[in-house]
């Protein structure tokens, strides 16, 4: 039993996706989130740098004496995974290695679509995960490097963005994928859109699932669970505007959220 938080990041909103299925898969867990949203988008910075922001953030997430880190980020996961692993003592999880698993999982014609920022699809992990899986599969990424924006601002219901989502999801229809993993964890946040452009034979893959598996299984190895009496209310940090996030974050969660307290994360 260990009833210490798990540290979970983002560059911003994104990572709520992925909080919000811990929270439904491993309900008496306590969380301290971490959005970068005063740096975010991540998706067109250099790897390296992301990889320098990740680890502030490990850096602080660390002064809450956290049990595990969960990189709830594809952009940062791709270039970070390994440095943060190697550098710290506590487990940390990435999401492209569980996303890939369930898109596995789903296919039935072996022919996948990843969308994700242009970073993540430049690291070419996701192809890499799926087809060490299952070499026989084929993969189609693309970049969707207008999604982060648009979600950031609010605009997920736009006609605008119906628009684009439509640009880049027809891309993907057209090579008669049955399966589309939301490669970036902001983009459940426009699964209605995604959806209804996809199709019904389409199936979407969020791989916040597979990823709060794999941190229930992580704790369950190191007997590290919270106790089934704890009630957690978890606490948000952001390195922009908190008013902001805390509004973002209450349309997200399906719980009160309590005020974002400002961090200034280059001190980290
Ligand atoms: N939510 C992040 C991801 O999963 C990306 C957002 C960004 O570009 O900062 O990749």
Redesign the pocket.
């Known amino acids: 039993m260990d009833n210490r938080p798990v540290g979970v990041f ?3 909103v ?2 709520l996706t992925v909080l919000r299925e811990i929270s439904r898969q491993l309900p008496h867990e306590k969380v301290i989130y971490f959005g970068d949203t005063a740096r ?5 910075r250099d790897p390296m740098q992301v990889v320098d922001f990740s680890r502030q953030i490990v850096r602080f997430l660390r002064t809450h004496d956290v049990k595990a880190v969960v990189i ?6 791709a270039p970070s995974l390994p440095y943060l692993r190697s550098e710290n003592d506590i487990p940390v999880i990435g ?1 492209i290695e569980p996303g890939a698993r369930g898109a596995v999982a789903a296919t039935k014609n072996g022919r996948i679509g990843v969308i ?2 242009s ?2 699809i430049k690291s070419g992990q996701y192809p890499k995960h799926i087809l060490e899986i299952d070499p026989s599969l084929e993969v189609f990424p693309l970049a969707c490097p207008r999604f ?1 924006p648009l979600i950031e601002a609010g605009r997920t219901h736009e006609p605008e963005t119906a628009a684009i989502v439509h640009e880049y999801i027809s891309q993907l229809t057209a090579r008669d994928i049955d399966t589309l993993v939301l ?5 459940p946040l426009l699964r209605d859109l995604i959806g209804a452009e996809a199709g019904d034979k389409v199936t979407l893959v969020d791989p916040a699932r597979e990823t709060a598996a794999e941190l229930a299984a992580t704790l369950d190895a190191m007997d590290g669970r919270a106790s089934a009496d704890v009630i957690p209310v978890h606490e948000y940090y952001v390195s922009g505007d908190p008013v902001f996030f805390r509004k973002f974050a209450e349309k997200v969660l399906p719980c009160a959220v309590p005020e974002a307290v400002k961090t200034d994360i280059e001190k980290y």
Request: net charge negative.
């Open positions: 983002d560059s911003g994104g990572g975010v988008p991540y998706g067109d709830a980020c594809n952009t940062a996961t999401v994700a920022t970073g993540t982060v490669g970036c964890t902001h983009y």
